[in-house]
């Protein structure tokens, strides 16, 4: 028996939530490739992050629950309704577990930035390290991880000298005996550029995320809804 009246128009709510909610699962999609890319130009986190995988995979089971949704919806069917409010509240679930273990670990980020930083300085004379960080500081416009000070007592510089990737305009040792001057570098350390940097990463994350949660919370209240009115087979006001 098909449902009438209030019923009805929660089903057609619900359809159009489920439309929603696969644009939903497209959006997380983009910004976990978008936020994977930045990611990946930036050699001191590469490959550090899990929470741009993460939202590419939520987003692709998206598509998925909002499969049963609009079909459950549109038939009226209970079972393909039962499972859709099942895997939503799962995704619920594993969504509030993502963000709590993004918490912790932006604590545990910061610091192995910051140790990160120290073996890159302190080993600058291995090729790898100063293809590194000559990159970050270059890309970045900055200089040592605090400030261009950070260099003052490097061993494989000349004294008061920055690496040639600290120069506005970099040409051969450039940097030789402008650790101070601001003319000529960039003074300002790498390290509260790259905080700023994952603030915004985490920004971009956190905000989809949080507009994406009330939209399946109200999706789960719909479908409960419905699937009383299809149990009852009589009329919701």
């Given at each position: 028996m098909a449902v009438e009246g209030g019923a009805k128009c929660i089903k057609y709510l619900l359809f159009f939530f489920n439309f929603i909610f696969w644009l939903c699962g497209l959006a997380l999609?983009?910004?976990g490739v978008l936020t994977k890319l930045s990611i990946d130009t930036s050699a001191i986190i590469k490959g550090y992050l899990g929470s741009p995988i993460l939202l590419i995979v939520v987003g692709s089971i998206i598509f998925f629950i909002a499969f049963f949704g609009c079909c459950g919806a549109w038939k009226e069917n209970q079972y393909m309704m039962t499972m859709f409010t099942v895997l939503l509240s799962l995704i619920i679930?594993?969504?509030i577990g993502a963000a709590i273990a993004g918490y912790v670990l932006w604590g545990k980020l910061?610091?192995?930035l910051h140790e990160r930083f120290d073996i890159l300085i302190a080993g600058y004379n291995e090729t790898e390290n100063r293809q590194i960080i000559d990159e970050i500081q270059q890309e970045q416009k900055c200089c040592g991880q605090n400030s261009s000070l950070d260099w003052l007592n490097s061993k494989f510089l000349a004294p008061d000298s920055v690496p040639d990737s600290c120069?506005?305009?970099?040409?051969k040792d450039c940097g030789e005996g402008a650790i101070r001057d601001t003319r000529k570098i960039y003074t300002v350390g790498c390290q509260p550029i790259m905080d700023k940097f994952l603030k915004q990463i985490i920004l971009y994350i956190s905000v989809p995320a949080l507009v994406i949660g009330l939209v399946q919370?109200?999706?789960i209240v719909l479908s409960c809804i419905l699937m009383?009115?299809?149990?009852?087979?009589y009329e919701v006001m």
């Open positions: 999609i983009i910004i679930i594993i969504e910061n610091g192995l120069c506005k305009n970099i040409t919370i109200t999706g009383r009115a299809i149990r009852s087979g």
